[in-house]
């Protein structure tokens, strides 16, 4: 009797020591979590693991995306400081789901790869010598886990189509950057001017060889015939002789206009601008380093276009060319995107479409991948399925959803919300940064600014008045305030 007494005792205890650990935070069960009330966040982001979307990919968009912010600013301050962008785990319990260990292989693979290509030095162990000549340890150059870093190098304005009677078609913006270990990033301006009303307008069919589908004249023609552009360089103090920048050298030698600010640059009115971001992507892709495309809106239809082009000249190396998608509205119908998808499979699995969502309960996405389509009766189609994204503060419609400050902040929020990830901004101020130089902030400062002037200005005419004022005075020896105009001489 006392032995099955024992035994029962052993097995409640054992029984509540397995039910604390299982009730635990260190091992939670599905059916264990505590529920959290989600009600307020779309069903479009409830469950991002189930869109492939991991903290890697959201830092890398969100990195993408201040490339697409920043492509839209105009005026040169501040232009030629370095994008960075930091992350921490915020909750030290939830570090496994921010992929600490990938971001730990990420820098591994960059510090190799930057080891590689400097020159040895003899006699000194994990180490290389970088441009400037000073020995550092393996990868000192490459950004550390959940850092990314960009620096923009060159600007590309107003790049348009001559069409008849000195009328311009298009007006292409690009803004191209350098990352660790060589890699390139070219972000597209979207539709800001009346230009870019046109080129969205011109949607007239134009058919691929082969039977290739149909594709946007508009679209088409803003990145492949557009010529006669200006470029800025901005990074001064990088090599010339650098062989993956070396069209755009060639293309401006000697053309080089030495101003107060950074140096411009008036190509031959022939040259394409087509031709040098291939040329630029080819060269970048040829020293195994990942090419980068990205916009906004129409800048996403851009970004898509010299994405195809690289992987077509380099298909070998199509699975290093990564695109970034915000907004983006499609250029051709499902069969030109089922002939490119045979084309370069490994290009679709690079391929990160965003999406934004406005508020619930409608939970609709944005407009402009939605509803742009083709003339003729064709139906429209994108190169990959959306990954959308939702912002704590979401926009009230689909049209306010379409705005590139609401997918920087829906892309924060989102590694806040989805991999308990604080991030950090430092560099160029764009709209949403919350740096000092945020046209939003400058524009409140103004504001107030004006306000102020105005309350001085009235204050100034009040004094000026033709009958005095009555303001109150302090009488010596009483506390009380009696008015100035009532008080004997």
């Not at 069409?163 to 803004?175: D, E, K, N, Q």
């Not at 915000?326 to 370069?344: K, L, N, S, V």
Request: proline share 7%.
């Amino acid at each position: 009797m006392n032995r099955h007494r024992g035994r029962g005792r052993r097995r409640r205890a054992l029984a509540g020591a397995l039910l604390t650990v299982l009730t635990t935070s260190a091992f939670p069960l599905p059916f264990m979590r505590k529920r959290v009330n989600r009600t307020v966040l779309c069903h479009q982001c409830r469950h991002a693991g189930g869109q492939g979307v991991d903290a890697m990919n959201s830092l890398d968009a969100t990195a993408m995306a201040a490339l697409a912010s920043l492509v839209y600013v105009s005026g040169w301050k501040n232009r030629t400081l370095p994008i960075e962008i930091r992350a921490y785990s915020s909750k030290s319990k939830h570090a496994w789901r921010s992929g600490w260990a990938a971001e730990r292989a990420r820098w591994a693979k960059c510090a190799a790869r930057a080891a590689r290509a400097a020159p040895r030095v003899p006699g000194v162990q994990s180490a290389f010598l970088p441009p400037h000549g000073t020995i550092q340890k393996l990868g000192a150059d490459c950004a550390p886990p959940f850092h990314r870093r960009w620096q923009p190098t060159y600007y590309f304005t107003d790049w348009s189509e001559p069409g008849p009677g000195g009328i311009r078609w298009h007006s292409t913006t690009a803004l191209v950057a350098r990352g660790d270990a060589g890699a390139v990033a070219v972000a597209f301006m979207g539709s800001a001017d009346m230009r870019h009303a046109i080129t969205n307008v011109q949607i007239m069919e134009t058919h691929e060889k082969r039977g290739g589908g149909k594709t946007a004249r508009g679209m088409r023609g803003a990145f492949e015939r557009v010529r006669g552009g200006s470029i800025t360089r901005l990074d001064e103090g990088r090599r010339r002789d650098d062989p993956v920048f070396r069209a755009i050298e060639d293309a401006c030698r000697g053309r080089w206009l030495h101003t107060n600010g950074p140096d411009v640059c008036r190509p031959d009115k022939e040259q394409l601008l087509a031709g040098l971001l291939d040329d630029l992507a080819s060269a970048t892709l040829g020293t195994n380093a990942p090419i980068w495309v990205t916009g906004h809106s129409l800048g996403g239809a851009l970004a898509l276009q010299l994405a195809l082009f690289a992987a077509k000249r380099r298909p070998r190396k199509a699975h290093e060319v990564r695109v970034t998608t915000f907004g983006e509205p499609p250029i051709g119908d499902r069969r030109f995107f089922d002939a490119q998808r045979r084309r370069h499979p490994r290009l679709a699995r690079r391929y990160d479409r965003r999406v934004a969502v406005a508020a619930p309960p409608g939970c609709r996405p944005d407009i402009v991948p939605a509803t742009t389509r083709l003339v003729g009766g064709g139906s429209s189609a994108h190169f990959a399925e959306p990954r959308h994204v939702c912002a704590a503060d979401p926009p009230g419609n689909v049209v306010a959803a379409h705005a590139m400050v609401g997918y920087w902040r829906a892309l924060m929020d989102g590694l806040r919300r989805d991999f308990a990830l604080e991030t950090l901004y430092e560099g160029p101020g764009f709209w949403g940064s919350e740096t000092f130089d945020d046209p939003l902030l400058v524009e409140a400062r103004r504001k107030v600014q004006k306000q102020l002037q105005r309350e001085e200005e009235r204050l100034r005419k009040r004094d000026k008045a033709p009958f005095p004022l009555r303001r109150p005075r302090l009488v010596e020896g009483d506390e009380s305030c009696v008015e100035e105009g009532l008080l004997s001489s």
